[in-house]
């Protein structure tokens, strides 16, 4: 994507990190400050400048949003890694930063659903309802979160299942399942 990398230093570029030159493609990288930066905010910082290029924009915030959906999933916690890589590069009270951390509840809420597993449904677990999703990240959600971590006899994290608004245990869907299907056949 780019033509080539070239290095400037902090008098040339000031405490911006990186830029791109939109004619040559160059991708310049403020060698005074970029080498410093965390891995994943580098990587942030190089999909950003591909943003611009992409959609040939000046616009800070579209390239934002285009480094954040090129690393989605990239690795664990991107949502939130690319939320601290602005953070790591700009002032706190930076628009961009809330703008982006929106972007990123609006990915994470698209894309949010339960972790079903077949091998704790077929075992069955009975426990507690707990009202705890899955975010996109892989973190369980909710109010419940912290004692979703293990069962009443501490033996490691149950699976739930979202039905109409319930968390329920995979052995109490079954029995819920059995109980339809049981329902239907009566009426037959």
């Known amino acids: 994507m780019f033509n080539k990398v070239r290095y400037e230093s902090f008098a040339e570029m000031g405490n911006n990190p990186a830029s791109v030159e ?13 080498p410093s930066l965390p891995n994943f905010t580098k990587k942030f910082i190089v999909e950003h400048e591909k943003g611009h290029l992409k959609y ?12 954040l959906q090129s690393l989605y999933k990239s690795e664990k916690k991107s949502l939130k890694k690319s939320i601290k890589a ?9 628009q961009r930063i809330e703008t982006l ?15 079903f597993n077949m091998n704790s449904f077929l075992a069955g677990n009975s426990g507690h309802l707990r ?20 069962d009443r ?7 739930y299942i979202t039905i109409c608004g319930y ?19 009566i009426l037959k």
């Open 131 to 150: 009202t705890v999703r899955y975010n996109a990240d892989g973190d369980a959600d909710g109010a419940d979160a912290d004692a979703f971590s293990a």
């Open 167 to 185: 968390a329920m245990t995979p052995a109490e869907v079954a029995i819920l399942i059995l109980c339809g299907l049981a329902f239907f056949k």
């Open 86 to 94: 602005l953070v790591d590069i700009l002032p706190e009270d930076d």
């Open 101 to 115: 951390y929106n972007k990123a509840l609006e990915i994470d809420k698209g894309n949010s659903m339960n972790r």
């Open 153 to 159: 006899r501490g033996r490691g994290r149950k699976r």
């Open 22 to 34: 939109m004619d040559s493609r160059d991708l310049i990288l403020n060698k005074d400050r970029f």
């Open 56 to 67: 040939d924009t000046d616009s800070e915030q579209l390239a934002d949003e285009y480094a």
